[in-house]
């Protein structure tokens, strides 16, 4: 596995400026998959793991590269927590906590 990025990031969101702690690493994955005959089988995933806190809910997510980018995931799981319905962000396989 290596890292890539290790680093706080500042993401707008509407008026807020919202401190994300976000971390991508690059991993191989063994598939059964061959496109060509000198294929070894192994495709390279990034996968990105973020926290954050916003209104008082502590949220830790992963998601590959790929699949989202960070500003547009921290907005939707910011919009998420702003209409208030929480379980959604389970739904989505968000880990949250409400901060104390």
Do not use: A
């Amino acid at each position: 596995m290596e890292q890539h990025f290790n680093c706080t990031e500042i993401i707008p969101y509407h008026d807020t400026k919202i401190s994300v702690h976000w971390v991508r690493n690059e991993y191989k994955k063994k598939s059964d998959i061959h496109i060509f005959e000198e294929d070894d089988g192994y495709t390279t995933i990034e996968k990105d793991y973020i926290s954050f806190k916003y209104k008082g809910i502590e949220v830790q997510d992963n998601y590959e590269s790929d699949e989202h980018d960070l500003g547009s995931r921290v907005f939707e799981i910011c919009s998420i927590i702003d209409s208030g319905d929480l379980e959604r962000l389970t739904e989505i396989n968000v880990k949250w906590k409400i901060s104390e």
